[in-house]
């Protein structure tokens, strides 16, 4: 199990600029590793910008279904946490 902590990111996570280049550190750990714990303790703020950019855009190389086997989410807010769901439903249902 690999940890992979977007706290080292910032507290308030809000740009696609930033969501990309987390991204691009993220997809290759999940690619590699059986499980990835996304480590959101500590942080403030997803606006879905940065959630689908990060999160979502990962259903342009993977199925749902493997990125939920894949990963799991640890410490999202509320708040965080809808939009991260938000921005899956969205890009999921833009891809059916």
């Not at 706290?7 to 987390?22: I, M, S």
């Not at 690619?31 to 403030?44: I, K, R």
Request: with cysteine; net charge positive; aromatic share 6%.
């Amino acid at each position: 199990m690999v940890i992979f902590n977007f706290r080292e990111y910032g507290e308030n996570l809000g740009t696609r600029p930033l969501g990309k280049r987390v991204r691009e550190s993220l997809q290759p750990l999940i690619e590699q590793n059986e499980c990835v714990v996304l480590d959101f303790t500590g942080v403030n703020v997803v606006s879905n910008s940065f959630a689908d950019e990060c999160i979502a855009k990962l259903l342009l190389v993977m199925s749902l279904a493997e990125l939920k086997s894949r990963t799991t989410f640890r410490g999202l807010n509320p708040i965080a946490s809808e939009s991260v769901l938000t921005a899956l439903r969205r890009r999921h249902l833009t891809m059916a």
